[in-house]
């Protein structure tokens, strides 16, 4: 009998301190991005129910309070961008813009391309021969103001060649002859959003003097802001509506773009190259339609586009291929996705974007919109937080005013409404299989923008593509350690080696000869698409070992790596 009285003691002893002991309660949110699971004490219960229900109270009011701070800090900006812009009114005029070229360096070029006045930079050979001393001065300050990652004042030196006056001999290796051996390529950058031609301020002296038959050097470098951004015109119309080439702020009006220019370069090249008794050249112009004297071939171009900058140069060797030799894509915002960010988008995401479409669809909203965006970015620039680099500790002050520059260029706030409103998100990606040319890819691994997985599906589609009387066209792939969405800046002595290297290796071959350009673009005007299909161009050889690889188990997820709005 005392045993179980004992024991029964013994078990209300334990029903009694259960009783007393707090009670927690798991809260959960399952949503993405919601407050994480926590442990709250509910009440000791001992004090009845009115204790229980005090307690409830401030769980409540707990959980109210964490989903408002939730929805402030993760609702509230993007709801406020939408709905502001309604609110605005017409917008005033900007007071503190001026004309493009009034904000032009030294060695700034303003050439007329397809009705668009484009800002152009360019080494040896080719461009301003009064940029003189001034400009190289002013390029060595820019290299020694880039503190904020190793060895940078060091890059750009080209042996004290700071000339941008053309050469006697258009594109030759110095001190070679003109009239012998493979004619070195025309090299293209092409910029990614919001870049300018200060994205390739490390690498234009460099470029021109490391590229070129047996890495001699001598080619021409061409760097040009690509419509609406750096120091270009902002045209704000002039086109049929549907009219994609036409449009400057699509990708196929891009590329258009991009083969004048490239028109206008070489047409240039060859007539100084004539004049001066040179073997390199070929025909005037494709527009032209003459032959050279001489009989060689003219010379090609390699795109190094970066970032967004990389599509348009994927386009341009798909409508122009006569004129392309090979492709270097840095951080290339390509996408592989069939479905398209359409598809895969959820029902907020589609919300959103068919209201900012409605938004950006009108004039002063859209004007409205774009203002908030872009000055909103560019307070972060201004306080050294640009987003693009692995380390932004010490950001150098000529950094931040390069980058922020184009904003006092007349019209950026109309141009940049222009690119939104001609912003493809739907429809099937680039064909990548019908590149002939030999590829360069190289991704920073630590990158944000562009993630390393969209990288390795885009070297992937373009190993894919058929072989061509036995020969696959070159592929490679470079993933650089500690490096962000800008390799230029961040390691731009790797960029230069790699670029240069593989330049050297597979796109410093024989020019085109005028009669298969001619041929090559009749076929391509003659094909069921824009692009064309077929034989095989110089330049691609058997596929070498690729430098480095992501690995083959990342899977590519972008929402969109066209970078809308």
Known sequence: MATARGCRGAAKAQQAAAAAAPRLLLLRHNRPGAVPARLVAAGDGSTGGGSRSSSRGDLNASLLSALATQFQRDSLPWI??????????????????????????????????AGVRLHVKSRRGYGSGTAGAGAAAQRQAQRQGQGQVAALAAIGDDGGNDSDAPTAAIGAAPGADAGAGPAPPVLLLMHGLNGSTFSWRLQLDALASRVGPGGAGGCDVVAYDRPPYGLSARPLGGWAEGDEEGNPY???????????????????????????????????????????????????????????????AVETALRYPELVSGLVLIAP?????????????????????????????GDDTGVNYVRRQVLKRKAEVEQGRLGIYTDERDVPQEVIDGFLLPLRARDWDRGTLMVYRSLQVAGAPQPLQQLRVPVLIIQGRSDTAVPLAAAEAVAEALRARPAVAGHAPVTELVVLDGCGHVPMDEQPEQVLELTADFINRHCTGPA??????????????????????????????????????????????????????
């Open 512 to 565: 085109v000869a005028p009669a298969a350009a001619a041929a090559a673009a009749a076929a391509a005007a003659a094909g069921a698409v824009p692009w064309p299909r077929g034989a095989e161009q110089p330049g691609t050889s058997t596929d070498d070992a690729v430098a480095a690889r992501v690995p083959a188990h990342q899977q590519l997820e972008v929402a969109s790596v066209q970078e809308a709005p």
């Open 333 to 361: 915002a390509i996408s592989v996705d069939p479905k398209g960010f359409l598809a895969r988008a959820d029902l907020g995401q589609l919300l959103r974007f068919a209201w900012t479409r409605a938004l950006i669809a």
């Open 250 to 312: 699509t990708l196929a009006g891009g590329a258009r773009l991009a083969a004048g220019l490239l028109e206008q370069v070489m047409a240039e090249q060859e007539q100084a190259a004539a004049a001066a008794g040179s073997g390199y050249g070929g025909s005037s112009s494709s527009n032209s339609g003459s032959s050279s004297s001489s009989g060689s071939g003219r010379r090609r171009a390699v795109l190094v586009g970066h970032s967004a900058g990389a599509s348009v």
């Open 80 to 113: 406020q961008d939408l709905i502001t812009p309604l609110l605005q009114g017409p917008p005033q005029p900007l007071a503190d813009t001026v004309s493009p070229e009034a904000l032009g360096d030294p060695d700034s070029r303003f050439l007329d391309v």
